[in-house]
């Protein structure tokens, strides 16, 4: 893995300036905005996993980004769906437990509230470290082939996330580490700062992503 040159990628590129930028400005359509940079994200990710020698997409394909980004977003929201069912869960039982026995017994109610969040907030967190490791090479399946179903053979992702889980840990370690440092430099440019600053984040996320993903398919042929 070349975790350094994650940060130099975007730089290869002659015309990064302007990608870049386009990407920071894209994000502010509404609804559909952040779905087209995942897109965008996606193909850089493909072009890392496949070593094209072209850096960054060039934005002549919006609606071909519309169409990946999508996709992208089925399959985050589809791995990150039992956390959001458990979240949901906790808070029907918090809800209803104080509905029942709020009135009558409110040391009841708080009790049972209590036990609700602990357990709830432990699945919560092992559903959420679980998705967390699982998305990007699911992700990886998906930049690669082109195909929606194929992110979501599990089996197969297992498999990448075992063959690489170092690769992958590291990765996400970089991601959690570096996305608030560059959001506190964005924010000292004004808002365009930050816009920047989020669309580098998505570059530097792709890269990492894409070589972690080719670690796992090396070792997976190895295997």
């Not at 990710?45 to 519309?66: E, Q």
Request: proline content about 4%; some cysteine.
């Amino acid at each position: 893995m070349e975790f350094g040159r994650a940060f130099s990628y975007a730089f290869e590129d002659s015309e990064w300036l302007k990608k870049v930028g386009i990407a920071a400005v894209v994000v502010l359509i509404p609804i559909v905005g952040g779905i087209v940079l995942m897109g965008w994200a996606l193909e850089l990710m493909r072009r890392v996993i496949a070593d094209d020698p072209t850096p960054l997409p060039d934005w002549s394909d919006f609606g071909g980004f519309l169409s990946k980004g999508f996709k992208a977003f089925v399959v985050t929201l589809a791995y990150a769906l039992p956390v959001i069912l458990v979240v949901i869960c906790g808070q029907v039982v918090t809800l209803g437990s104080t509905a029942a026995l709020g009135d009558s017994n409110p040391d009841a109610a708080s009790t049972v509230a209590l036990i609700a969040s602990i357990c709830m907030g432990c699945f919560a967190l092992i559903f959420g470290i679980l998705a967390g490791l699982l998305i990007p090479p699911a992700l990886g399946n998906l930049a690669s082939t082109g195909e929606l179903g194929a992110a979501f053979r599990f089996g197969e992702v297992f498999g990448l996330l075992r063959s690489a889980i170092g690769p992958y840990l590291i990765s996400i370690i970089i991601i959690a580490v570096i996305s608030p440092l560059l959001a506190s430099l964005g924010s000292l440019v004004c808002g365009v700062g930050a816009l920047a600053a989020a669309a580098y984040l998505q570059v530097v996320t792709s890269h990492l992503y894409g070589q972690a993903y080719k670690v796992a398919k090396a070792n997976a042929a190895a295997a």
